[in-house]
């Protein structure tokens, strides 16, 4: 039987600094890294880019790692997917995404 894998690795530039927060004993950083990729018809080449939000969870004693989470820096992200689903307060519809969790 085949192993199926829950797994990225992604290269790009921070798109702003990180949105750093606190919950007791640990902390996330929440930040977007802008990708592209060229995209080739006919003749003539063109790049398709795109933000990506990234979720970064850490201990407290280990957030010294958020520090180098500044715009425009270039990082390689390798990570999780992890499934949300919600129900929104206002419109009572149900909502989904995922968030790419980086390790």
Avoid: Q
Wanted: charged share 30%.
């Amino acid at each position: 039987m085949k192993k199926i894998e829950n797994s990225f690795a992604v290269t790009g530039f921070i798109g702003k600094d990180a949105e750093i927060r606190s919950f007791g004993t640990v902390s996330v950083a929440r930040f977007s890294i802008a990708v592209s990729r060229a995209d080739k018809t006919g003749g003539e080449t063109s790049y398709v880019s795109a933000f990506i939000g990234i979720e970064a969870w850490r201990k407290n004693e280990a957030v010294d790692s958020f520090d180098v989470l500044k715009k425009g820096e270039l990082i390689t992200v390798v990570g999780y997917f992890r499934p949300e689903e919600w129900t929104d307060s206002k419109s009572g519809e149900k909502r989904d995404r995922v968030i790419m969790v980086a390790t």
